[in-house]
């Protein structure tokens, strides 16, 4: 499957972004998960959604600001980001992997979009 990532941009603090992972292949039988990236730090996870959408999970520091959905019929998954602060400011990446079970491990997807940067301004 390839995965291309959009919607990141420059917002202020406490505004909203909407991220889209557009698929090519057999998206619906993937678990998909957002990632993220700031300079010169480590990737972490950020929210996971399974095949069908039955099942989710948020890393503690973006509960209730965000928002994982997919919609298989469009082949895409998006990241509903609402309350943005300004440590969101990030390379958002969606990945991909051929389980039934979300995983907060990069390693344990196997296939990666190219990134969106979100910069969120004090």
């Known amino acids: 499957v390839q995965l291309q990532a959009s919607g990141g941009g420059l917002v202020q603090a406490g505004g909203s972004l909407r991220l889209s992972c557009a698929a090519s292949g057999r998206f619906s039988s993937y678990t998909m998960g957002w990632f993220r990236q700031a300079p010169g730090k480590e990737r972490e996870f950020v929210a996971g959604?399974?095949?069908?959408?039955?099942?989710?999970y948020y890393a503690d520091s973006v509960k209730g600001r965000f928002t994982i959905s997919r919609d298989n019929a469009k082949n895409t998954m998006y990241l509903q980001m609402n309350s943005l602060k300004p440590e969101d400011t990030s390379v958002y990446y969606c990945a991909a992997r051929g389980s039934t079970v979300i995983s907060t491990t990069e390693s344990a997807y196997n296939y990666w979009g190219q990134g969106t940067l979100v910069t969120v301004s004090s």
């Open positions: 959604i399974t095949w069908n959408a039955g099942s989710t």
